[in-house]
């Protein structure tokens, strides 16, 4: 038995809800240059659970559902006043997340109808976590969420009590479909294994935002615009990039498993990041970001990946730092959530082997005599 580190090349599973062939992204065997451009988050959300993009009908029944779910339970929005306000956002999300499960009365129905219906609430109500944390940390009280409006007007409503720029809503709004879902990511694979064991979705939800947070995966966002800030300056790139690379420092933002050429979302981030630049008259994060991509590009060959660019795009819409990768749960919780309920529709355990490389032939010694 011989291990492949990092699981790299290995085929995990079956899927239907997205893929990565040659380099192009699909949600449903739909390109997602495509959906950038034209979809909805909503539709998006549709797409990822029932394999097809919604009627009107449909579409209208999904946004009553989600809306009529964005309320918290009182108990959780409680829990999050005892936490310290300087939290890690992701820490409280992952914890947030878990106790909706006790206010749930149907947690532990496994039936795929109340799977749904889990899969709703998880989606309206982590937007509305995330919003009552940060303006709880900052001494306000938290704004319930507004009714009829989509997860992305609701998110910046909520967050400030006041309607929000509608430019703003639409480019968070194109980045919630670009970080929806992304075949075997290492949260999703994170949520598949827990549910795998037919524990319940908000376990397998809890285990994903988790494994989300880490720097090399969704926390990279953060970790991008923390680089950003302490170059501080275009001139200071040169300098700063090539130290990095040559103390052999991993550069946030770049690299990827799977694309070696290229990110198929960073463009439509980069383009985002170029116009709400243009239109707030502060190029300045989109400028040096333009650059360190040519420098790390050209000496290293490494490309962007989705977190370099939405991390100047999410600065320029005002959203505090540590709220980026939370972000990128609100999104992905649609994907997390359509491979558990693929994941539980064909369910085997997963339980891979390991390659032992220990100690061998050990014999016990009393503690007196060790
Ligand atoms: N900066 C500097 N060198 C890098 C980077 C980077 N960002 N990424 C890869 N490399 C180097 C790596 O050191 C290795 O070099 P060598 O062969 O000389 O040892 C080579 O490129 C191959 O990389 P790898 O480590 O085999 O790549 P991996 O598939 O294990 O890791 C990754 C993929 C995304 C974790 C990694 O590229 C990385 O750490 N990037 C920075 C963190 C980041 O931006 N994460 C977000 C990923 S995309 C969205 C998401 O999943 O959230």
């Known amino acids: 038995m011989t291990a492949t580190k990092g699981l790299e090349g290995i085929v995990a599973a079956t899927t239907s809800v997205s893929s990565i062939v040659d380099g192009v992204l699909t949600y449903r065997g739909y390109d997602i240059d495509d959906l950038a451009d034209n979809a909805t ?48 956002t992701m820490a409280v999300l992952r914890t947030a997340v878990s106790s909706l499960a006790l206010y749930d009365p149907e947690a532990e129905d496994m039936s795929k109808e109340a799977n749904l219906h889990k899969a709703i609430r998880l989606q309206a109500q982590i937007p509305t976590i995330i919003a009552a944390f940060t303006r709880l940390r900052e001494g306000n009280a938290p704004v319930s969420p ?35 879902d992304h075949e075997l990511n290492a949260s999703t694979f994170a949520g598949r294994v827990t549910v795998a064991t037919l524990s319940d979705i908000y376990s397998g939800v809890t285990s994903a935002v988790g494994a989300l947070k880490g720097p090399l995966h969704g926390g990279a966002n953060e970790a991008v615009m ?23 420092e991993k550069l946030m933002g770049f690299g990827h498993r799977v694309y070696k050429g290229g990110d198929p979302r960073a463009k439509h981030l980069q383009k985002m990041s170029y116009e709400l630049g243009k239109s707030t008259g502060n190029l300045k994060w989109y400028d040096m970001s333009v650059k360190i991509e040519g420098l790390v590009t050209g ?29 990128f749960a609100i999104s992905r919780c649609s994907g997390w959530t359509a491979h558990i309920l693929e994941q539980y529709e064909n369910n085997r355990i997963i339980r891979p082997r390991a390659e032992y490389v220990g100690q061998a032939d050990q014999k016990y010694i009393p503690v007196d005599f060790r």
């Open 146 to 180: 507004k009714e009829g409006a989509s997860i992305a007007e609701n998110f910046l409503y909520m967050l400030t009590g006041v309607d929000p720029d509608p430019v703003a809503v639409k480019a968070l709004d194109k980045a919630l479909v670009l970080h929806a």
């Open 41 to 88: 988050f909503e539709e998006v959300v549709y797409l990822l659970w029932y394999g097809s993009l919604p009627s009107h009908s449909e579409l209208a029944q999904l946004k009553a559902e989600l809306s009529a779910s964005a309320a918290v339970p009182a108990p959780v929005i409680d829990i999050l006043r005892l936490f310290p306000a300087n939290t890690p």
């Open 299 to 327: 000496l290293k060959g490494l490309r962007p990946n989705v977190d370099f660019y939405s991390a100047s795009v999410y600065t320029t819409l005002g959203i505090p730092r540590d709220l980026f990768t939370p972000i």
């Open 226 to 248: 923390n680089m950003l800030e302490e170059i501080g300056s275009i001139d200071h790139i040169d300098d700063y990039i090539r130290g990095k690379l040559d103390r052999r």
